[in-house]
């Protein structure tokens, strides 16, 4: 019987994933009375720790997956301020 040295499959970082997954998941729950918020603040939080993971050498993968969590929760708040201003000048600008 043959043995074959199977290549191991790559790590990945759990973080990572879920910080891009969050920040993802955000935009579509926004049409829920801002329930997008959660997300958005989950996914910048896990984003910088698992970039301080591998910053720190603990893991080498998923550094462009935080990345991009981080800037989808950071995108996310800017949208909402974005619209709350919005709505701010639409409402005071209604005569009563």
């Known amino acids: 019987m043959r043995s074959y040295n199977m ?3 790559a790590p990945s970082n759990g ?10 998941a955000a935009f579509p729950l926004v049409i829920f009375y801002c329930m997008g918020v959660i997300p958005a603040l989950l996914a910048i939080i896990f984003g910088f720790i698992a970039r301080g993971k591998v910053k720190r050498g603990e893991i ?4 462009g997956m935080a990345l991009a969590g981080i800037i989808l929760g950071f995108a996310y708040f800017a949208l909402a301020a974005l619209m709350a201003a919005m709505l701010y000048v639409v409402v005071s600008n209604t005569p009563h």
């Open 7 to 9: 290549a191991r499959p």
């Open 15 to 24: 973080m990572a994933i879920a910080s891009l997954v969050l920040g993802i």
């Open 60 to 63: 080498q993968v998923g550094a």
